[in-house]
């Protein structure tokens, strides 16, 4: 192996370590912004809360049914009482919904 194919390794190899850690970061981002902004209202696990309704339970069939499309325009434009995230980055609002979806199990 030539010095110039060990860099090209060496290189390949951080790369793919670097990827791995980023794919990583995302539910942990998620899981954050979950806690901090929509556990009060929807549950640490989304089960809901009995003081805000039942609709705040985020496991039944009607809201697995949503597309991870629709869970993201909910987050950023809200569904009163629910206030709008509009603030929110498109990367946080995907880290919330793929966290939604860890806890829905899908
Ligand atoms: C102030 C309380 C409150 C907060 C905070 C809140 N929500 Fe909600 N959310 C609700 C209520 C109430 C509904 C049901 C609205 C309705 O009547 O359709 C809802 C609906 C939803 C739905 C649709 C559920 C379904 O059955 O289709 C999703 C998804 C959702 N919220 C996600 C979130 C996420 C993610 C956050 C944090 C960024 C969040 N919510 C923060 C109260 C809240």
């Known amino acids: ?11 390949a190899l951080a790369l793919g ?6 794919q990583a970061a995302k539910p942990a981002a998620g899981h954050k912004l979950y806690t901090a902004k929509c556990a009060g209202c929807h549950g ?9 309704g039942p609709k705040t339970n985020l ?12 869970i993201a325009a909910i987050i950023r434009k809200g569904a009163s009482p629910m ?14 919904v793929a966290y939604v979806r860890a806890l829905q199990h899908k």
Request: proline share 6%; hydrophobic share 45%.
């Open 17 to 22: 370590i670097g990827l791995v850690t980023a």
């Open 59 to 70: 496991l039944t069939p009607a809201a697995k049914k949503k597309t991870n499309a629709q």
């Open 1 to 11: 192996m030539t010095r110039m194919q060990q860099w090209i390794g060496i290189a």
């Open 44 to 52: 640490s696990s989304g089960g809901g809360v009995s003081f805000m």
């Open 83 to 96: 206030p709008a995230y509009n603030s929110l980055s498109p990367a946080q609002i995907r880290a919330l």
